[in-house]
């Protein structure tokens, strides 16, 4: 192999997987309603925040046209939204020439292989991390969360999403997809709801559509499950742009080759970013810092609500075993 097929080997890979994740979150953005919204961007620093003016509450009043006194007044304030960036990689991946020749393949097929693999599990990890982050800062409001643990049936069912819904009061209609681990939504199936379509499917995440109107997006992620005897199912009800991913497009790869082994060894690493943020809560700079693990992300307390309304956050939580 010479050197030219390596740079041959590299950009196939890069193409492969830029094309593929680039079509893939277009169809993910719009099968989920946009409510895990992924985008391209290029955010500098460590966090990317937006400053926006609060709503101002009780700003009608009655007005007694008879008498006199002085009003209380009120303050036009700031609210900033802040989201992080999230650091991410490969482990080093042995590629050896050797393999290549002695299989008399080319270079671009496993470039290619690689590239799509590599594209499956960036997408995953953003969508996986992104719900993580949203069930964690989700929890901190009690008002919004439904517990239908412990109840008889304890699993999921059309009551208890129309309940959780009913936690956004004259705003449920804006709860536009459910996010669901696969065993509450085989619960839910045997209660003899038919699924209506079946809108995205990509690697372990798929999308279906239910009779409602609102679509569930079906992945066996970590946040939505705490394990326990039983386990207890996070079920999140979410509003457009609950989550936002935005990529960095800052992907750097890298491949090296050394001597000095029984074969040439030749390695492949790729890195890079994106930003994450979750409707109505920011990021707390303080106790959660920069570039954070997936165990700061999934903790409550680094996300600061600051949405004044409960209407005006994520979305909801229905709490099932």
């Not at 009120?74 to 042995?94: Q, R, Y």
């Not at 969360?145 to 999403?161: F, K, M, R, S, V």
């Amino acid at each position: 192999m010479a050197l030219s097929d390596l740079t041959v080997f590299s950009e196939y890979a890069y193409s492969a997987m830029t094309e593929t994740i680039a079509q893939q979150i277009d169809l993910f953005n719009g099968a989920s309603r946009g409510t895990i919204a992924l985008s391209a961007a290029a955010h500098q620093g460590d966090y990317n925040e937006r400053a926006f003016y609060a709503k101002i509450s009780g700003l009608v009043r009655r007005r007694n046209a008879y008498g006199s006194g002085a009003v209380s007044s009120k303050k036009l304030a700031h609210l900033v939204d802040t989201m992080v960036k999230i650091a991410s990689g490969t482990p080093p991946v042995e590629l050896d020439p050797g393999q290549f020749k002695w299989i008399q393949q080319n270079p671009e097929v496993a470039g290619a292989a690689m590239g799509q693999q590599l594209a499956k599990d960036m997408l995953a990890d953003m969508l996986n991390l992104g719900i993580v982050g949203c069930y964690a800062a989700l929890s901190q409001v009690s008002a919004i969360i439904y517990d239908a643990t412990g109840q008889t049936p304890d699993t999921l069912t059309p009551t208890h999403l129309n309940k959780g819904a009913a936690k956004f009061g004259d705003r449920s209609s804006e709860i536009a997809a459910w996010i669901v681990h696969s065993t509450p939504m085989h619960d839910y199936y045997g209660n003899n709801i038919t699924n209506a379509a079946n809108l995205f499917t990509y690697g372990t995440v798929n999308v279906t559509a239910d009779p409602f109107g609102r679509v569930f997006i079906v992945t066996d992620s970590a946040g939505l499950i705490t394990a326990g005897s039983p386990n207890i199912y996070h079920n999140l009800g979410l509003v457009p742009e609950a989550i936002r991913i935005d990529q960095n497009n800052d992907y750097t790869e890298n491949f090296e080759t050394s001597n000095g082994d029984e074969n040439i060894l030749r390695t492949f690493q790729a890195e890079w970013s994106y930003n994450l943020g979750i409707k109505g809560f920011s990021w707390d700079k303080t106790n959660g810092g920069k570039s954070p693990t997936d165990a700061a992300v999934a903790t409550a307390t680094n996300w600061d609500k600051y949405s004044t309304s409960n209407k005006d956050i994520a979305g909801v939580v229905v709490e099932t075993n």
